[in-house]
């Protein structure tokens, strides 16, 4: 089955640095990769996604890259604020037909200091 | 208002004592699935059903089972709850997921079996 490796496991970035967020992916066949964001408390809110016929794609301070050949994308969150202070999920799906799974990181708390 | 709901948000229970956590959406979305939260192991699958009276094993089934007797319902069943099944309990629901639209939450259970 599909295995999604995710790094860093905690991150600590300072108001208006950037922060980049890794994932690498075991299945070839996977073709949809979603980011969710999880602030304390609260429940996981997908806050970008990408389709593997896409090699990137932004919303206004996030953007997501896509490496298919190396089985590989990245988050990235640029003049970050302390509200952007939450864990991130990266996942992973084939999706299609049948069969639907989708398979998450490990997490990345993500911590943006004042 | 479009939405996930699970109840009970709380529980603690006893080794062996069924219970059931109910998940309900009122977006008649065809997909639904169940998660557990555990720290530092992220978000696993433990069933999902892509429609009624259509379920499948996510990654971590052992010790669970579901049924999708109505659209709008997807209980999620601990027949001898253990205590390895502490855990935080999330549902998600989805609209068409093989075209992969967003999965949204419900609020999460949190339950502890002792």
């Known amino acids: 089955g599909e295995n999604v490796e995710q790094h860093p496991s905690t991150l600590s970035v300072q108001e208006g640095d950037s922060a980049v967020i890794k994932c690498t992916y075991s299945?070839?066949?996977?073709?949809?990769f979603p980011w969710y964001k999880q602030e304390l408390g609260k429940r996981p809110q997908l806050i970008i996604d990408i389709r593997s016929n896409v090699g990137e794609k932004k919303d206004q301070r996030i953007a997501v890259t896509l490496n298919k050949t190396a089985k590989h994308f990245s988050l990235h969150i640029t003049e970050t604020q302390p509200e952007d202070s939450a864990v991130y999920f990266c996942?992973?799906?084939?999706?299609?037909?049948?069969?639907?799974?989708?398979?998450f990181g490990k997490g990345t708390l993500l911590t943006v200091n004042p | 208002e479009a939405q996930v709901t699970q109840n009970p948000r709380y529980l603690i229970t006893v080794t062996g004592k069924k219970l059931t956590v109910t998940c309900s959406q009122n977006m008649n979305h065809e997909y639904m699935s169940w998660y557990r939260q555990d720290p530092g192991l992220g978000l696993r699958q433990i069933y999902y059903s892509m429609n009624v009276e259509v379920t499948d094993k996510g990654d971590v089934p052992e010790g669970y089972k579901v049924s999708r007797k109505e659209k709008r319902n997807f209980p999620l069943i601990l027949e001898s709850p253990s205590p390895n099944q502490t855990s935080l309990y999330f549902c998600a629901s989805s609209s068409s997921p093989g075209l992969h639209y967003e999965q949204y939450f419900g609020p999460g259970t949190r339950l502890t079996v002792t």
């Open positions: 996942a992973a799906s084939r999706g299609g037909g049948s069969n639907y799974k989708l398979t």
């Open positions: 299945d070839s066949a996977s073709n949809y």
